[in-house]
């Protein structure tokens, strides 16, 4: 093999062993996090919608919903839940769990924009042509929009997590929220379940 092509092939080699450490170093972390947040448990929680503080905040990447709520004393039953109000299925909220659903998720639907309504509802609209045309939302998100509706209760899967918040004033603050994994079943009050 002559000295040229001998260089070459090191040359290769430490390019080709070069990327593939980059690469390693890349992916490691995101097994890691994968692995943390699997390692992280899920628990339903019942809620009934109500008037309770919420905060939307939207970019075109997606949208965030914070959605304050009151601590059940008892476990969750249908009948006995009050508006603006969660339940763990097992047993009565303790006074330091968090009192905020966090409800975060991606979107990228071309054209499709989500926007407010006047009445706290989240909106999909598609806007083109000189017209905006309404369009039905995906139904997790449906299904957040009836946190605001005290005749509706929503299950969720969620984990406990934090946030740090910063006020008008520039000051941070950690809060503890419960984050939303999957969205479960929406239920109306005074419907039956069977068919």
Known sequence: MAPEDSFRMKHRLRNILGFTTIAAGLCAPLAVHERADAASPSYSIYCRGGQGRAEFHLSPAGVTTEKQFLHASAPYNAETLRPSTCAWPDRAMRPNEAARLLYARPFDSGRDRIT???NMQLQLARHGNRKITERP???DMAA???LQDPNYIVEF???SDSVVKQD???NKRTLNVLKV???GVVRQIGVSDRG
């Open 157 to 159: 899967r969620v984990h």
């Open 168 to 170: 008008r004033t520039g």
């Open 181 to 183: 994994d999957e969205v």
């Open 116 to 118: 407010v309504r006047t």
């Open 144 to 146: 957040v929009n009836r």
């Open 137 to 139: 939302l995906p139904s």
